[in-house]
Each structure stands twice: as C-alpha cells, then as structure tokens.
C-alpha cells in the first residue's frame, strides 16, 4: 500500500492563500510556482525569478492577489497568492510616490 499525500481542503487553502496575502507587501519580491501564460499563451511570468509586488488586491471580493511587472511584456500582471512558491521581504521599504 503506498502513503498518498493529503490534498488540503478549499477551506485550508483559502485560508493559506489569506495568511500569505495578510504576509507579504509591496515592495517584497515572490516567486511563481510556474511560468505564467495569457490567455492567448504569451510568457508573462517566469518562476526562476523574483517580482517585486507593486500592489496588492483589497481582497473584498475573495481573491488575494498581488501585482507585479512583468519583465517579458512589461505589463502589470496579478499574481494570485495561491500561485506563490515563496517570497523575500523588501530589503528597504518601497518607495511611494
């Protein structure tokens, strides 16, 4: 008989997903579990790097997420905090302008 991992539940990952949300703000840098694709299949993100977090969702709506830049497009792309294989703090705070 083999040992198969436990799958957490939905509740425990949202829940996860929250206290990673609550931990990391702007200015830290994350790092994707997986290359990002669009919609039509363009790289927007790769996960052999850091991006700083430029802003975070309000979460009001059950999503917390955090947007980034992209450095193969350009744009600012949100970030589920589901998809967040780790993260750094900021080694200074961000600058607000």
Same mark, same amino acid.
């Given at each position: 008989?083999t040992?198969?991992?436990?799958?957490?539940? #939905?509740?425990? #990952? =949202? !829940?996860?997903?929250?206290?990673?949300w #609550? $931990?990391i703000?702007?200015?830290? $840098? =994350?790092?994707?579990?997986? !290359?990002? $694709?669009s919609d039509e299949g363009?790289p927007?993100?790769?996960?052999n790097?850091?991006?700083?977090v430029?802003?975070?969702?309000?979460?009001? !709506?059950?999503?917390y997420?955090f947007?980034?830049?992209s450095?193969?497009?350009?744009?600012? =792309?949100?970030?589920?905090?589901?998809?967040?294989?780790?993260?750094?703090?900021?080694?200074?705070?961000?600058?607000?302008?």
């Open positions: 008989m040992d198969t991992p436990d799958i957490p539940s #939905q509740d425990q #990952q =949202i !829940n996860d997903s929250l206290a990673l #609550q $931990l703000q702007v200015g830290d $840098l =994350i790092q994707v579990e997986a !290359n990002l $694709l363009r927007q993100l790769r996960s790097r850091y991006y700083e430029v802003a975070k969702s309000d979460g009001s !709506n059950g999503h997420g947007y980034v830049q450095d193969l497009t350009n744009e600012v =792309i949100e970030v589920f905090a589901g998809f967040v294989m780790d993260y750094q703090r900021a080694a200074t705070p961000p600058h607000h302008a």
